[in-house]
C-alpha cells in the first residue's frame, strides 16, 4: 500500500495513560510526554486523531494548546462547551482517497470525562445526541463513514444496529488486546491493543453499493472468497496487526524525539528534588551484617545496579520509570513525587523491596520477623510482559537466593 492509499488515523487515547492524576508534579511529567507524543504523530503524518476522557486529563486548555501544535485535527462531536453547546473541536473532517470520499468523525467516552466538577467548561453530549443529526448533515458529502470512538464497546454495538451508515467504527482507551473486526449490520468495528504495541491494517476494497460482504463464517478473520457472499457492487477488506517490536530498526527522526522528550522528562524531575528520608527503610546494607551470603548473591544481580541503569540513560528523575528501580516505593503509590526526594541507601532494588521495609527488624530482630516467602504478585508489578516476557516467578526467584 503507498503512502497516497493510506489513511493513517488514530481512535485516541494517546496523550496519558489514565483519566486524572493525584499530584500535579505528575501531572507535569506527563504533560511533557504528551508534547512528545504530538511531535511524534506530527513527523509520521496522521492525518486525524479522536479523542477520548484520557486525552483530557491534562484539562481542556492544555489539549487545545496541543491541537493548535498538531498538523492533524483532533476530532470529536461532542465534547461541546458547557454554555452553548458549541463543538469545541472538529467535529467531523472529508478526505478523498482513492476518488473515494472518506468522513471522519468521532466520540468521547462520558465516564470520567463527565465529572462536572473536573471538567469546567466543557461536557461530553450523549452519541444519540449527537450522531444522528451529524449523519444527516453529511450523507450527501461522503461515501465512507469511520467513527473514531471511546465509547464502551456495548454503545459502539448499539450505533452499529441503529446507525447502518456508518461504516467503521475503530475503538479506544480501554482496550488491551487486538480484536478481530467484528461485522455488526453494516458496521465493521475494530480495534487494536493500546499503549502503541501494534498497528492495525485494514485494507479495503470499497464497493458502489455502500454495503460490506456478508460472512458466511464469522469465525475466520480473513475468510477465503468462496466464504463471502458478494452482491454486485459490495465491499470487502482484509485486517492485519503488525507488531512494533524491537526487531524494528528504530527510525532517526523518531529516536531524536524519544531522547529530547527522555531529556525534558529527567530535567523537570530533577529541578524538583531534593534530599528527604523514607524512615521505615534502613536499605540493603543493613542485611548485610547478619544476610552476607545472600547479600553476596544479590550484588550480583541485575537488581542491585537498577537504579545505575536508569542514570546510565539519564532517566534517574522519570516518575514513570523509578518506582521499579528503587526500594521502597509501590507502583500503586497515588503521589509519587517523594521519589525525586529518595536518600542513596534506597537507590536499586534491594532486599526490602521484597521482603518489606527492615527498620523494626534491625532493632528488634527476634521479635520483628521480615517476610520471608514474598509472593509472585509483588515481582508481577515491575516484571510485566511489557517490560520482561520472559519473567517466570518460580525459575527466576532463584537468581537471587
Not at 1 to 7: D, F, I, Q, Y
Not at 72 to 77: E, T, V
Not at 167 to 195: D, F, H, M, V, W
Not at 309 to 318: G, I, P, S
Request: net charge neutral.
Amino acid at each position: 500500500m503507498n503512502t497516497e492509499e493510506a489513511l493513517l488515523i488514530d481512535a485516541g487515547a494517546l496523550l496519558f495513560n489514565k483519566s486524572s492524576y493525584s499530584s500535579q508534579l505528575d501531572l507535569d511529567l506527563a504533560k511533557i510526554n504528551a508534547e512528545g507524543l504530538i511531535e511524534a504523530y506530527n513527523d509520521l503524518g496522521y492525518e486525524a486523531v479522536g479523542i477520548s476522557e484520557i486525552d483530557l486529563a491534562g484539562g481542556i486548555n492544555f489539549l487545545k494548546l496541543l491541537a493548535e501544535k498538531s498538523k492533524f485535527p483532533w476530532i470529536s462531536a461532542n465534547i461541546v462547551d458547557s454554555k452553548n453547546n458549541h463543538c469545541l473541536f472538529v467535529p467531523y473532517i472529508i478526505k478523498n482517497k482513492n476518488g473515494i470520499r472518506i468522513a471522519i468523525t468521532g466520540l468521547a467516552g462520558t465516564g470520567a470525562a463527565d465529572d462536572t466538577n473536573k471538567n469546567v467548561g466543557y461536557k461530553t453530549l450523549g452519541w444519540s445526541e449527537v450522531l444522528p443529526r451529524l449523519l444527516k448533515e453529511i450523507s450527501s458529502q461522503t461515501d465512507l463513514c469511520i467513527l473514531l470512538s471511546s465509547l464502551s464497546p456495548r454503545e459502539n454495538e448499539q450505533i452499529s444496529k441503529q446507525l447502518p451508515s456508518i461504516n467503521i467504527i475503530i475503538q479506544a482507551g480501554r482496550y488491551s488486546l487486538n480484536r478481530t473486526p467484528l461485522l455488526i449490520n453494516n458496521t465493521l468495528i475494530c480495534q487494536t491493543e493500546k499503549q502503541g504495541k501494534y498497528i492495525g491494517q485494514l485494507r479495503i476494497k470499497w464497493g458502489k453499493n455502500g454495503r460490506w460482504a456478508e460472512q458466511t463464517s464469522q469465525s475466520s478473520q480473513n475468510p477465503p472468497a468462496d466464504q463471502i457472499s458478494l452482491t454486485e457492487g459490495s465491499s470487502t477488506y482484509e485486517n492485519d496487526f503488525l507488531a512494533l517490536d524491537s526487531s524494528i530498526v528504530n527510525d532517526p527522526i523518531m529516536e531524536k524525539i524519544v531522547a529530547q522528550t527522555k531529556t525534558k522528562v529527567n530535567a523537570f524531575g530533577r529541578s524538583n528534588s531534593s534530599y528527604g528520608e523514607l524512615g521505615d527503610y534502613v536499605g540493603s546494607d543493613a542485611c548485610f551484617e547478619c544476610h552476607s551470603k545472600i547479600s553476596r548473591k544479590w550484588q550480583k544481580t541485575g537488581h542491585a545496579r537498577a537504579y545505575t541503569t536508569l542514570v546510565e540513560k539519564k532517566q534517574e528523575f522519570n516518575l514513570t520509570c523509578l518506582p521499579c528501580h528503587v526500594t521502597g516505593v509501590s507502583l500503586s503509590e497515588s503521589n509519587r513525587s517523594f521519589l525525586l526526594s529518595l536518600p542513596a541507601r534506597l537507590y536499586n532494588v534491594g532486599c526490602e523491596t521484597c521482603h518489606g521495609a527492615g527498620k523494626a527488624h534491625t532493632i528488634a530482630p527476634e521479635k520483628t520477623k521480615m517476610n520471608a516467602s514474598p509472593g509472585a504478585f509483588i515481582c508481577l508489578q515491575c516484571h510485566t510482559s511489557e517490560h520482561d516476557g520472559a519473567f517466570h516467578f518460580e525459575q527466576d526467584k532463584k537468581l537471587l537466593h
